[in-house]
């Protein structure tokens, strides 16, 4: 079947710097992506969501790029802080169908 | 207004033991939706519902069992537990599915079960 997937499991990175987690999606015809954040012992919290008529979308601090041709979905964090040691979700949707998680991706933010 | 509420957080159950994972929002929900969440993995769903009275399958639905009697309420039971249940499970809730973004789906704190 479809599937979410992504290219990092583990993203280590100093406190300040720009952070990059990736994820390729298999299903061309997902239409709507989101990505959770998921901090120790908590469920995912929504971050930002991308339509696909869309490429680009910034929110506080975090960016999602969407390139549809590759099918492939990033979220930038601006000047991480440790506060966003967490694991990141990319979920996509197809029409009414159900979101499908991804695996994860680990970052971890040194001071 | 708690948002979504499980419990137990944790479980420990014997191999064959039944159980129920209970969940409820008190935001007049009408989708709820169990997932659980292997160590390393995204969030698998095992069913969903669509509002009182109304249940569906997920993707991983074997081994589970699920009823809604009320808006509020959406329990998930396990008859006979095996190992392979061994899991984190999430249960959530948003208002419109067919206009669902992720900024409308709320999620609880999760339950940790453990069969051993």
């Known amino acids: 079947g479809e599937s979410v997937g992504l290219h990092l499991p583990t993203l280590s990175v100093q406190e300040g710097d720009n952070s990059i987690i990736n994820c390729a999606y298999s299903n061309s015809a997902s239409d709507y992506f989101i990505w959770y954040k998921q901090e120790s012992g908590k469920g995912p919290q929504f971050i930002i969501d991308?339509?696909?008529?869309?490429d680009k979308r910034q929110g506080q601090r975090v960016t999602v790029l969407l390139n549809k041709t590759v099918k492939h979905l990033s979220l930038q964090i601006a000047a991480t802080q440790p506060g966003d040691s967490a694991v990141y979700f990319c979920a996509e949707k197809t029409g009414f169908q159900k979101l499908v998680f991804g695996t994860g991706t680990r970052l971890l933010v040194s001071p | 207004n708690a948002g979504v509420t499980q419990t137990p957080k944790f479980r420990i159950l014997k191999i064959g033991q039944s159980m129920t994972l209970q969940c409820t929002q008190d935001m007049n929900h009408n989708y709820m939706y169990w997932y659980r969440q292997d160590p390393g993995m995204g969030l698998k769903l095992i069913y969903y519902?669509?509002?009182?009275?109304?249940?569906d399958k997920g993707e991983v639905p074997n081994g589970y069992n699920v009823s809604r009697s009320t808006t509020e309420d959406f329990p998930l039971r396990l008859e006979l537990a095996a190992p392979s249940q061994t899991s984190v499970y999430f249960c959530a809730s948003s208002y419109l599915e067919d206009r669902v973004s992720g900024n409308t789906i709320y999620f609880g704190e999760g339950s940790w079960l453990t069969v051993v």
């Open positions: 991308i339509r696909s008529n869309m």
């Open positions: 519902s669509v509002g009182a009275g109304i249940t």
